[in-house]
Nanobody, 130 residues
Framework: QVLLAESGGEMVQAGGSLRLSCECSGCILGDYAVAWFRRAPGKEREFVAAISSSGVQYGYADSVKGRFTVSKDNDKNTASLQMNNLEPGDTAVYFC???????????????????????WGQGTQVTVSS
């Protein structure tokens, strides 16, 4: 069974930084593109960032460009989301996700769509105070 788990979320003041991590039990993250989504209270889940299996292709939501950086350490079987200059609007539960049927594949049309991913972590809460 493939299980994803996020960690690193906490409360931080506006302008601060956090680094979220994603780990997989039962899979090799180096085989998969990894995406980050977030869900704010009362809002739909939205795309944040994604990185290809090899770590050389990236995509970001316009709202986080220049502030967030997605990365992978395939040797450690982890993916990370570095979040800088956090804003209150970044408050949300953050999820990492993969499509376990799509190894070594990055879909340029669909990678921003939540329904393309079939495996999700439980989420980690990020709260940014003003």
């Amino acid at each position: 069974q493939v299980l994803l788990a996020e960690s690193g979320g906490e409360m931080v003041q506006a302008g601060g930084s956090l680094r979220l991590s994603c780990e997989c039990s039962g899979c090799i993250l180096g085989d998969y593109a990894v995406a980050w989504f977030r869900r704010a209270p009362g809002k739909e889940r939205e795309f944040v960032a994604a990185i290809s299996s090899s770590g050389v292709q990236y995509g970001y939501a316009d709202s986080v460009k220049g502030r967030f950086t997605v990365s992978k350490d395939n040797d450690k079987n982890t993916a990370s989301l570095q979040m800088n200059n956090l804003e209150p609007g970044d408050t949300a539960v953050y999820f990492c996700a993969i499509n376990k049927a799509m190894t070594f594949y990055f879909d340029g049309r669909r990678y921003r769509q939540a329904d393309w991913y079939d495996t999700w972590g439980q989420g980690t809460q990020v709260t940014v105070s003003s």
